[in-house]
């Protein structure tokens, strides 16, 4: 299930930040997000979250020990966006 929706966040990733081509087929599932892989710096790290919070429909707070983990990867992020997605169903059944 999470191979689909992380395919759908790469190409969201690419397009948000605006990545070339060239630079959006660099990177897969598992490139680190932050620091190495895609580098993203806080600017681009920001605006990332504010389109995924807009898109994803979650939260993600600046002081969250949590924000590292989450966006070390397309795959912990496509993880986290499930468990959310579990919590919410869970919830309204």
Do not use: C, Q, W
Not at 24 to 52: C, H, N, Q, Y
Not at 58 to 81: C, P, Q, W, Y
Request: proline share 1%; hydrophobic share 50%.
């Amino acid at each position: 299930m999470n191979e689909e929706l992380e395919h759908e966040l790469r190409e969201f990733i690419a397009a948000t930040l605006a990545l070339d081509k060239a630079h959006a087929e660099r990177f897969d599932v598992d490139t680190p997000l932050l620091v190495e892989g895609l580098a993203l710096d806080s600017l681009d790290a920001m605006e990332l979250a504010l389109a995924i919070e807009r898109r994803y429909h979650i939260e993600i707070k600046a002081e969250d020990v949590r924000n590292r983990a989450m966006f070390g990867s397309v795959r912990s992020l496509a993880a986290h966006i499930a468990a959310h997605r579990a919590e919410i169903k869970g919830a309204s059944t």
